[in-house]
């Protein structure tokens, strides 16, 4: 009757070490570390950079407990702070010959003192949130009035280069803040333009104006955006920016980096375990700016790369992806706010893989006209990270390009590929940031924030554990233990998600305790009743799990749906609480119902002559008395 197959116990055995496993990362704190990664868009890291920083280690005579390539980066964990700050100058000088002008990034970090076994199963910690961790907070503005003025000066140059091809004439196009402005000289021609301009331009509203002056181009074809597409510019702006940034604040080795949009046109950037303000600031602000010059082959420019004579002038001397150098002109041809999209791809006849570029109106006329006569000459593509210029590629020029579309190719991987499309979209931030706000939240006090949380979930698990086990003796042990197999279980699977810890995720942690005893006070009180009503011990058992099962069902999907809806419609510390109180909910109907029944079945399934159980007091209804019969006058 109370009896759990061999198989059921099984899950609850494979279940219990599985989360012991992934939950004790947690208590092993960390150790200092540096990390080595990327410090130009154009420099990768992989594997091989492990065996460069042991080597530069061995040489110098320090031990790393180990070196480990992760992600985009390699971390080499150490014993102590002295040697982590001798490693981090150690690793420097071995792969940046140049401290001017480093390709590599080498940061002090903290990662787990958990064996290595455990990490061969990925049994990793959870991350830490800024109010635990400690780093520093930015909230920045994003300049909307730039991001506008931005779209309108691409469009007055898509307006004049579509006129142009129509061959409709005009007195002029300028821009006037966020409207484009095109003077006709006669009324045909200013109607036949807005014809065309609606069609082609649907996120103008274009309107007609008159001047009284009587001057030639006085009739005027207005063209302002409207609220939808203006919104729709300024979302697109935000969305940019806060992925540049993703991209940006990874070279600072920041686990969980925390990056969102906060109103219209604010951005929250939350960079937990990072102390150091200034190298934040530095790195989230950096620009970045691509530019299309013509390659110099001159015989005088083959003899500057080759070290034999100086740059001819007008010139200028950069860096291919290889290192060999490459002369190229000082004259721009295009720049990156004529890109539009660079997508991997590969050639349709000869299936190799290929960088597709899209340019705007201005870009692809100007494409055109530089490909036309520079057919079998190079063309350079350069980025541009803090004054320095490094070449993405340097593609041959086979034929005229129009249209806007241009292909990259040759001997490229797929890797490869997508790689230089990444680059070539990176690019600067849709529009200037200011920091309005920041703060730096030092690890003391995040250490004091653990501390109290902690504590708050320790006293109030043990004031749980008392009540129960003095209420319901027995019952009350087999109700603590499956409330700490359901503490065990929520930890691991915050664990294995690699979810953020925050202070609000604590406090939902202390609220899952109160909400996962519920279910075993249901069950308890349940039995209670069977007893009351004559039912044997085992037939008490049964019923009160059974029939106690549906209302703790409904009482926690009701309480699941409030925890969606907060994880849905939340942001920030409310989300982070949704997130442990809906894993809470799971977790806690698991333990309360099957793993506390299985201690139950335990114990008391295999006796079959069961004459009481030790549920605490039973209390019993007094039988029925008569009414005293009113006092006769």
Same mark, same amino acid.
């Given at each position: 009757?109370?009896?759990?197959?061999?198989?059921?116990?099984?899950?609850?055995?494979?279940?219990?070490?599985? #989360?012991?496993?992934?939950?004790?990362?947690?208590?092993?704190?960390?150790?200092?570390?540096?990390?080595?990664?990327?410090?130009?868009?154009? &420099?990768?890291?992989?594997?091989?950079?492990?065996?460069?920083?042991?080597?530069?280690?061995?040489?110098?005579?320090?031990?790393? =407990?180990? &070196?480990?390539?992760?992600?985009?980066?390699?971390?080499?964990?150490?014993?102590?702070?002295?040697?982590?700050?001798?490693?981090?100058?150690?690793?420097?000088?071995?792969?940046?010959?140049?401290?001017?002008?480093?390709?590599?990034?080498?940061?002090?970090?903290?990662?787990?003192?958990?064996?290595?076994?455990?990490?061969?199963?990925?049994?990793?910690?959870?991350?830490?949130?800024? =109010?635990?961790?400690?780093?520093?907070?930015?909230?920045?503005?994003?300049?909307?009035?730039?991001?506008?003025?931005?779209?309108?000066? !691409?469009?007055?140059?898509?307006?004049?280069?579509?006129?142009?091809?129509?061959?409709?004439?005009?007195?002029?196009?300028?821009?006037?803040?966020?409207?484009?402005?095109?003077?006709?000289?006669?009324?045909?021609?200013?109607?036949?333009?807005?014809?065309?301009?609606?069609?082609?331009?649907? @996120?103008?509203?274009?309107?007609?104006?008159?001047?009284?002056?009587?001057?030639?181009?006085?009739?005027?074809?207005?063209?302002?955006?409207?609220?939808?597409?203006?919104?729709?510019?300024?979302?697109?702006?935000?969305? +940019?920016?806060?992925?540049?940034?993703?991209?940006?604040?990874?070279?600072?080795?920041?686990?969980?980096?925390?990056?969102?949009?906060? /109103?219209? =046109?604010?951005?929250?950037?939350?960079?937990?375990?990072? +102390?150091?303000?200034?190298?934040?600031?530095?790195?989230?602000?950096?620009?970045?700016?691509?530019?299309?010059?013509?390659?110099?082959?001159?015989?005088?420019?083959?003899?500057?790369?080759?070290?034999?004579?100086?740059?001819?002038?007008?010139?200028?001397?950069?860096?291919?992806?290889?290192?060999?150098?490459?002369?190229?002109?000082?004259?721009?041809?295009?720049? $990156?706010?004529?890109?539009? @999209?660079?997508?991997?791809?590969?050639? +349709?006849?000869?299936?190799?893989?290929?960088?597709?570029?899209?340019?705007?109106?201005?870009?692809?006329?100007?494409?055109?006209?530089?490909?036309?006569?520079?057919?079998?000459?190079?063309?350079?593509?350069?980025?541009?990270?803090? #004054?320095?210029?490094?070449?993405?590629?340097?593609?041959?020029?086979?034929?005229?390009?129009?249209?806007?579309?241009? +292909?990259?190719? %040759?001997?490229?991987?797929?890797?490869?590929?997508?790689?230089? *499309?990444?680059?070539?979209?990176?690019?600067?931030?849709?529009?200037?940031?200011?920091?309005?706000?920041?703060?730096?939240? %030092?690890? !003391?006090?995040?250490?004091?924030?653990?501390?109290?949380?902690?504590?708050?979930?320790?006293?109030?698990?043990?004031?749980?554990?008392?009540?129960?086990?003095?209420?319901?003796?027995?019952? #009350?042990?087999?109700?603590?233990?499956?409330? $700490?197999?359901?503490?065990?279980?929520?930890?691991?699977?915050?664990?294995?998600?690699?979810?953020?810890?925050?202070?609000? %995720?604590?406090?939902?942690?202390?609220?899952?305790?109160?909400?996962?005893?519920?279910?075993?006070?249901?069950?308890?009180?349940?039995?209670?009743?069977?007893?009351?009503? #004559?039912?044997?011990?085992?037939?008490?058992?049964?019923? /009160?799990?059974?029939?106690?099962? /549906?209302?703790?069902? =409904?009482?926690?999907?009701?309480?699941?749906?409030?925890?969606? *809806?907060?994880?849905?419609? $939340?942001?920030?510390?409310?989300?982070?609480?949704?997130?442990?109180?809906?894993?809470?909910?799971?977790?806690?109907?698991?333990?309360?119902?099957?793993?506390?029944?299985?201690?139950?079945?335990?114990?008391?399934?295999?006796?079959?002559?069961?004459?009481?159980?030790?549920?605490?007091?039973?209390?019993?209804?007094?039988?029925?008395?008569?009414?005293?019969?009113?006092?006769?006058?």
């Amino acid at each position: 009757m109370n009896r759990y197959p061999l198989w059921k116990y099984a899950i609850l055995l494979v279940t219990l070490i599985v #989360g012991a496993l992934y939950t004790a990362p947690n208590f092993y704190g960390e150790a200092p570390a540096v990390q080595v990664s990327s410090g130009k868009a154009t &420099v990768k890291i992989d594997a091989a950079m492990s065996g460069r920083v042991e080597s530069a280690l061995a040489a110098a005579g320090l031990k790393a =407990d180990f &070196v480990q390539f992760e992600g985009n980066s390699v971390r080499a964990r150490f014993a102590d702070t002295d040697t982590q700050i001798k490693a981090k100058d150690t690793i420097s000088k071995a792969i940046n010959p140049d401290p001017t002008n480093p390709s590599y990034i080498v940061a002090l970090n903290l990662v787990s003192r958990s064996p290595e076994w455990m990490r061969k199963f990925n049994a990793l910690p959870m991350f830490l949130g800024l =109010d635990l961790r400690g780093g520093v907070h930015f909230l920045m503005q994003v300049d909307m009035k730039s991001a506008l003025t931005k779209r309108a000066e !691409s469009l007055t140059g898509d307006v004049r280069t579509l006129l142009r091809e129509k061959n409709i004439r005009h007195g002029g196009i300028v821009r006037d803040g966020n409207s484009v402005e095109v003077r006709f000289r006669d009324a045909a021609a200013a109607q036949t333009a807005r014809n065309l301009l609606t069609d082609s331009f649907p @996120d103008l509203a274009w309107e007609e104006r008159t001047d009284t002056s009587g001057e030639a181009g006085a009739l005027r074809l207005v063209g302002n955006l409207k609220p939808e597409a203006a919104r729709a510019v300024q979302e697109q702006a935000v969305r +940019q920016n806060i992925t540049t940034l993703h991209n940006r604040v990874n070279e600072l080795g920041v686990a969980e980096p925390v990056i969102q949009q906060q /109103g219209l =046109d604010r951005v929250v950037v939350q960079l937990p375990g990072v +102390q150091d303000t200034a190298k934040a600031k530095d790195i989230i602000g950096r620009t970045a700016t691509l530019e299309i010059r013509m390659v110099n082959e001159s015989a005088e420019a083959r003899a500057a790369e080759r070290g034999e004579g100086p740059v001819p002038f007008g010139s200028e001397r950069f860096l291919e992806r290889n290192g060999q150098p490459l002369i190229v002109f000082r004259q721009v041809t295009l720049t $990156g706010d004529n890109l539009t @999209d660079a997508q991997p791809g590969f050639e +349709q006849q000869t299936q190799e893989p290929v960088v597709n570029l899209a340019l705007d109106a201005k870009g692809a006329r100007i494409f055109r006209d530089v490909t036309r006569e520079n057919v079998g000459k190079r063309m350079a593509i350069i980025l541009f990270e803090k #004054g320095r210029g490094e070449v993405v590629t340097a593609p041959v020029i086979r034929t005229e390009i129009g249209g806007g579309r241009v +292909q990259i190719s %040759g001997r490229m991987t797929a890797q490869e590929a997508s790689d230089q *499309a990444l680059l070539l979209r990176a690019g600067s931030l849709a529009a200037p940031m200011e920091i309005v706000e920041e703060r730096t939240i %030092g690890p !003391s006090l995040g250490a004091e924030n653990i501390q109290m949380g902690f504590d708050s979930v320790l006293y109030g698990f043990a004031a749980i554990a008392v009540f129960m086990c003095a209420y319901y003796l027995l019952f #009350g042990v087999f109700s603590t233990l499956a409330l $700490g197999f359901n503490v065990l279980l929520l930890v691991a699977v915050l664990s294995m998600l690699q979810a953020t810890l925050t202070l609000p %995720g604590m406090a939902a942690i202390a609220l899952t305790l109160g909400m996962a005893i519920d279910a075993n006070v249901l069950i308890n009180e349940r039995v209670r009743e069977e007893l009351r009503g #004559g039912a044997s011990p085992q037939m008490a058992i049964q019923a /009160g799990y059974e029939r106690a099962w /549906g209302t703790i069902l =409904d009482s926690n999907i009701t309480t699941l749906i409030a925890g969606v *809806a907060l994880l849905a419609f $939340g942001s920030g510390p409310v989300r982070g609480f949704a997130v442990v109180h809906c894993l809470g909910i799971l977790t806690s109907m698991f333990s309360a119902v099957m793993f506390s029944r299985g201690l139950v079945n335990l114990w008391y399934g295999r006796q079959k002559r069961l004459k009481s159980v030790s549920i605490g007091q039973i209390w019993r209804p007094e039988e029925a008395r008569p009414e005293p019969k009113p006092d006769q006058v």
